[in-house]
């Protein structure tokens, strides 16, 4: 008995250090195309990358591409990675030479920095264009159907009828769980419904009144509604144009999402620990979302990747958007503000967010677990 528990006790922490591993690799994955973004923009725009780095600490690999002067490095810690430009973190108030970053014309730059968040943005509607045609949006099934008191009201509905629209427009419960009851209740009586029937698509007309149900100890409910039981989500596949759209979508409600999340810690309706987390906590539920197979790990990538290029946005000290403000102030000015300054600036935020996400780590663990 022993050995037997012992063996599945191994089992199933190796099968977590699997799902730890395919985080670590998702989390690199969003790293590279965040740098990448900066690394393939700058190349274009003609600067000078002494290195591209995937991690921080020392370097486990290093290949020094000659023909590009670059040299490419895989580091020991997998949390971050950078493009180092050349002469990016002078602090010198003297004019920067030709192969300096600051050489170049502030609009330039800025292109550099966003570049990033661009490219995680880019990778999010790609990867969410995928996730749309290959598993679908989930719809709503009609499980049961229920006859309405007054005997007029017919039940146009059947079970096993999928809706995927109410008056014409589609439901979108990926980016809004309650789509479809807040379409409903927008109505009085006549709601056009489409379905999906026997694999046919066909427009309906149902109404809304007031049903009769029995819960399982056979007492009886009355609910005003449109008489059915939805019992499972099932995936309705879309072709790419229609895919696309719903990217689009998706990604624009997570931002609003984002936001609010962010405006309820600060309000206080939200505690830290239940709206924000680290790295660790980052990893921990990519971890979690990578015991649902692919498809789980598809659509966290692309959640994660627009959350990433969001948060990189932010006129936080050491985030690409912090380094567009000082950018768009020298702009303006015509000089920049003291190098020295703006460099303490970036070093001590860069420092205070590692600590931050320390600190959310704990606080996560704490209070959610």
Known sequence: MGLILTA???????????????????????????????????????FKIDEFAVGFGPAIVKYNRKKLGIIFSLRCLPLGGYCAFHGETSTTDEPPKKDDFNYHKPWKRILVFIAGAGFNLLSAVVLCTIF?????????????????????????????????????????????????VNKINKFEDNINVTVIRDGEK???????????????????????GIGIMIGEYVGYRFGFVTALGRSFVFIVKLFGTIFVTIGSVFTGLLGVGEAMGGTVTAIQQMAMVSQLGFRGVLFAVCALSANIAIMNLLPIPALDGSHVVFTLIEWVRGKPI????????????????????????????????
């Open 8 to 46: 599945v006790t191994f089992g199933e922490v190796m099968k977590w250090v699997g799902y730890v591993i395919v985080a670590l690799l998702c989390l690199m994955f969003m790293i590279v195309v965040h740098e990448y973004g900066h690394f393939i923009v700058g190349k274009l725009l003609g």
């Open 338 to 369: 003291n190098r020295k300054v703006e460099n303490i600036i970036h070093t001590v935020g860069l420092i205070s967010l590692f600590l931050l996400a320390i600190i959310l780590d704990i606080v996560h663990f704490v209070t959610v677990t």
């Open 132 to 180: 749309f045609m290959t598993y679908g949006e989930m719809m709503p099934k009609v499980s049961a159907v229920y006859q309405f008191e007054d005997s007029s009201i017919e039940q146009n509905l059947q079970v096993g009828d999928i809706i995927i629209a109410v008056d014409g427009k589609s439901l979108y419960t990926t980016s809004v769980p309650n789509d479809l």
């Open 202 to 224: 066909i427009d309906i007309i149902v109404r809304r009144g007031e049903y009769v149900s029995q819960t399982a100890e056979g007492e009886t409910n009355r609910v005003t």
